[in-house]
């Protein structure tokens, strides 16, 4: 690579464009994000290669993939902006007490969350919600977080744990996949898509069916869900997701589900927050809220 800037002369901008469209796999998408112009997102991105001296992304027939070098550093990158994200969040939490910080992993954040939050702010509109994401789960009390929705079995120490809704798993696809794979086995000629934090999905699934003859080894890896299922969309192969996940491009027809077995898992979504601030007002708010809207979509909750 080429000599790097200083601290000081770091190219937010470009770092911004980057992992935007790096997350997206669209430049277009990328600038709509950043409410920037389409050919402002390539400049961006022209003038970040120019200074790394390596190519971050290459086009090909099925659309915009990352370059070997754009994988290495888009996670990076993301953790510095989430990073910088959390530092913000702590001053800004101690500007008044309707401001809510909520963290969680971030296709959860796009795929289910943020979707729910434009309701839940016309039933609360004094209370501003900030959202934070990372890969791993936030140390709420050290962070300045007021809540975060997590992953697992809820047991954590120290945490007051509300259940959302249990996880499951459902092979889903573009529609044109749909004709071509009738049974498990047929998943064997198609090419099946991963993500890195998920990788022991599809050998849970597959297992429980039955079929262990598919190499699971095989297939396309990303780094997040979320690539893994806008790939799934554009027709790249055959992910396996929980379905609140996909439920908006179901809906729309972009996926279907290949399957009737949808496999219940034994871990599920849960709202935390440290203990003494379970009856905080605004924490209590959109607890009860959520706890509320996944009831009224037919999901169960549990509080412990």
Sequence with gaps: MAHLPSRRLLPLNALKAFEAA??????TAAAEELSVTLSAISHQIRQLEELLGVPLFHRTRKGLVLSTEGQLILPDVQEGFDHLASALSKLEARRGEGTLTVSMLSTFAMRWFIPRLPRFQEQYPDIEVRITTSLKPADLEREGIDCAIRHGD?????????????????PVAHPKFAGLIKKPSDLKDQKLLHSQNRRDDWRIWLNSVGETRIDVNIGQMFETRSYAIQAAVQGMGIA???P???AEEVAAGRLVKLFDK??????????VCLEHMADAPRIKAMRDWLVQDVSAKGGQTAAQ
Excluded: I, K, Q
């Design 154 to 170: 809820g047991d954590w120490p120290g945490l007051s744990c509300t259940r959302l809704f249990s996880e499951s798993l459902v």
């Design 244 to 246: 609140e996940l996909v």
């Design 262 to 271: 949808t496999l219940p898992l034994t871990n599920a979504y849960w709202f």
């Design 22 to 27: 790096g997350r997206h796999l669209n430049f």
């Design 240 to 242: 396996v997701m929980d």
